[in-house]
């Protein structure tokens, strides 16, 4: 499996690229879903958006969701929608303590499975992560640094 990191905002793009190690193992691409998205046959998409979008979400569900796309809007095939987050009595997202990384690695790594769950195997797919897609751009590089971390896992 690789990713493919999406970002549509041309002056974040060439910080993110900037800010890049020289070895960094995916493609950094510029734009909107769908003109970075050719070739990749899956997309992490933050759960408001996926579900405004694509049917079959269940809004009641925290878990990650995989999700098809028969729009033919240009994206993916397959959108898997992040996990979300309760909110507080003052809806405020309850994040059990967690740093941001820790709560990027945990939505990733959560949608992922559910992707593998999914298809059985994730060998041989291409997965992108457009940043503002999935509400991931305050801290790209992080995100990405986390995104490197998660492959090499894989």
């Given at each position: ?101 820790e709560h990027v690695t945990w939505a990733i790594t959560s949608a992922l499975a559910a992707l593998e769950d999914a298809c059985g195997d994730l ?22 640094d986390v995104l490197r971390t998660v492959g090499a896992g894989l």
């Amino acid at each position: 499996m690789r990713f493919v990191v999406g970002v549509g905002n041309a002056e974040r793009y060439r910080q993110v690229v900037a800010g890049l190690d020289p070895d960094y193992p995916y493609e950094v691409r510029q734009g909107g879903v769908a003109a970075v998205g050719a070739g990749c046959d899956a997309q992490l998409m933050m759960f408001p958006l996926a579900a405004e979008r694509y049917a079959g979400a269940d809004p009641r569900s925290r878990a990650a969701q995989v999700l098809v796309n028969d729009r033919g809007d240009g994206g993916t095939p397959v959108v898997v929608a992040l996990p979300t987050l309760a909110l507080d009595a003052d809806l405020r997202p309850v994040t059990h303590g967690r740093t941001h990384r820790e709560h990027v690695t945990w939505a990733i790594t959560s949608a992922l499975a559910a992707l593998e769950d999914a298809c059985g195997d994730l060998d041989g797919l291409t997965v992108l992560l457009h940043l503002e897609a999935a509400a991931m751009d305050a801290r790209p590089l992080e995100v990405l640094d986390v995104l490197r971390t998660v492959g090499a896992g894989l």
